[in-house]
């Protein structure tokens, strides 16, 4: 049946593929082919359903807050919330007008703010070596995939343009709100951005997200189920910005984009759907992507409603 919802899809985004603008405000990612498209299915059970470049590596950029922010969680608990919101920001993901009359606290930790105090968080008491090694090691292991690794092209080109992320962690020092050195937290954000996945690598290490916290089937817990339906909660109202409102409006469940054009959605009780395609909104969120997601809850009336 998942083959040909994915078939359906497929039918359903082909005059649109190529929509949208490849972001180009990180040189190394100018350069992507916006005429790819792959999504992959990986449910539950253990099954996985793939179409289009679904096994191709891509710049997962900020879907990679969703496993930080899980890794941050299991270091300090419910004390993150101290540093930094979970309301929508209903701003840009890169903006930084709320942070002045919010004390350097980021309303979540989806947007660029909010993901560099969980860096900061998860870089305390290490070097950003060993953190990246903790990050690398975390996603390897949920996606059980030994090959996933970090694109230190795409990593060196945000460092040398991220002047924006620059300036939100330096505003953020100032309200104590980042702890380490600026250009170390820096340094750990940048790259965890730079984590090179597939669809099929990022459906497989979503799934205890729609798992209950578990990998698949009965397999090992990641985080319980309440934490589990926490970070959905946040994926919801947050994932997508200031679209997060539309996303939840035409597909109608939890999602993740990044700016590589990668968006990661799970199905409670059901799946978790990893989908690529380089083009963007004008929010900064997969065009065709969001498209294909669309037609998906449409073809399968999986929804959280
Ligand atoms: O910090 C940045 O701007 C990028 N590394 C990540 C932004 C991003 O993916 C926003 N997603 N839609």
């Known amino acids: ?145 030994d090959e996933i690794a970090i694109d230190r092209d795409v990593a060196r080109s945000e460092q040398e343009t991220g002047f924006r992320n620059a300036a939100l962690a330096n505003y953020m020092h100032a309200f104590s709100n980042i702890e380490n050195p600026v250009e170390k937290t820096l340094g750990v954000y940048f790259h965890q951005c730079a984590l090179s996945m597939s669809c099929a690598q990022l459906a497989k290490a979503g799934l205890f997200l729609a798992n209950g916290g578990r990998l698949a089937g009965r397999g090992p817990s990641v985080v319980s189920a309440e934490r589990a339906r926490r970070i959905n909660a946040l994926m919801l109202t947050c994932g997508h910005y200031d679209a997060s409102g539309d996303f939840a409006f035409r597909v109608g469940l939890p999602g993740k984009s990044g700016v590589g054009g990668g968006i990661l959605v799970s199905v409670p009780g059901k799946a978790s759907v990893a989908v690529w395609s380089p083009g963007l909104n004008e929010n900064g969120n997969s065009a065709t992507g969001t498209r294909a997601l669309e037609s998906f809850a449409r073809h399968t009336g999986w929804s959280i409603f």
């Open 1 to 145: 049946m998942l083959d040909d919802v994915l078939a359906k899809v497929y039918a359903d985004i082909a005059p649109h593929i190529g929509e949208g603008r490849v972001a180009n405000y990180i040189p190394a990612l100018a350069r992507i082919d916006p005429s790819k498209f792959g999504m992959a299915i990986a449910t539950v059970d253990g099954e996985l359903h793939v179409i289009g470049d679904a096994h191709e590596p891509f710049s997962i950029q900020s879907v990679s807050k969703v496993f930080t922010l899980t890794l941050a969680l299991g270091r300090v608990g419910e004390g993150l919330w101290k540093r930094v919101g979970r309301e929508p920001s209903g701003t840009p993901f890169n903006s930084i007008i709320q942070l002045e009359n919010e004390r350097g606290i980021p309303r979540n930790p989806f947007i660029n703010a909010g993901a560099i105090v969980v860096a900061d968080v998860l870089l305390s008491g290490h070097q950003p070596k060993e953190t990246l090694g903790e990050i690398l090691q975390f996603v390897r292991q949920i996606a059980d995939d």
